[in-house]
């Protein structure tokens, strides 16, 4: 394979990874940041945009995904597709934790909250 697949496979792991989290929130009816948002990746996006951004990084992933012929081209292949994810992952997760705290709506005392 050319270095280029590498780079493919690579980018194919971030963009199906990035799938997982607006796609959940989407569905769920949980707003969730987005570049849409205002401010950009920071603000919150409707759960419809959510969605719609899901399945833009699907189409996107998948594309390169066959591109990059991660599925024929090897172990090493394989290895980066994962590398991608992640990368993407980790970076992610620790972006989130720094914006999410700003965004989440207070917590509604219940019954249920009382018997932790």
Do not use: E
């Not at 590398?83 to 705290?101: D, H, N, R």
Request: with cysteine; glycine share 8%.
């Amino acid at each position: 394979m050319s270095w280029y697949n590498y780079v493919f496979c690579f980018f194919a792991g971030t963009f199906l990874a990035n799938v997982v989290p607006h796609f959940v929130h989407g569905i769920s009816g949980d707003p969730f940041p987005t570049p849409f948002a205002h401010p950009p990746g920071k603000g919150l996006s409707s759960r419809t945009v959510n969605v719609v951004w899901a399945l833009a990084n699907l189409i996107v992933g998948y594309v390169l995904f066959r591109v990059g012929k991660v599925s024929t081209g090897g172990n090493l292949a394989l290895a980066v597709f994962f590398a991608g994810i992640a990368a993407l992952s980790m970076w992610l997760s620790v972006l989130f934790a720094k914006i999410k705290p700003a965004n989440r709506p207070p917590k509604k005392m219940s019954a249920n909250s009382l018997l932790v």
